[in-house]
């Protein structure tokens, strides 16, 4: 693929990549969250996978939720 002048040499993922890994060594983080996507680019690089789950609920079960305890900072169980 030939790039032309207006067209950087370099990925901006590797970039955000660079920058998202010195931030979180510069803080200290045990660990980094990099989504569900690319495991390609995860394995190169010697990431390991974690279970990340995702709870979903209908619209409308969060609106009575938020009645019923508009304070609260996370929902009473169910």
């Known amino acids: 693929m030939r790039r032309g002048a207006d ?32 495991p390609t680019f995860k394995r190169r690089y010697g990431l390991q996978p974690r279970v990340l789950r995702a709870y979903l609920a209908e619209v409308a079960e969060v609106a009575e939720v938020a009645e019923v305890a508009p304070d609260a900072d996370v929902a009473p169980d169910a």
């Open 7 to 38: 067209t950087p040499g370099y990925s901006p993922f590797y970039v955000a990549y660079a920058h998202v890994m010195r931030e979180a060594w510069a803080s200290g983080r045990d660990w980094v969250e990099l989504g569900r996507r690319n």
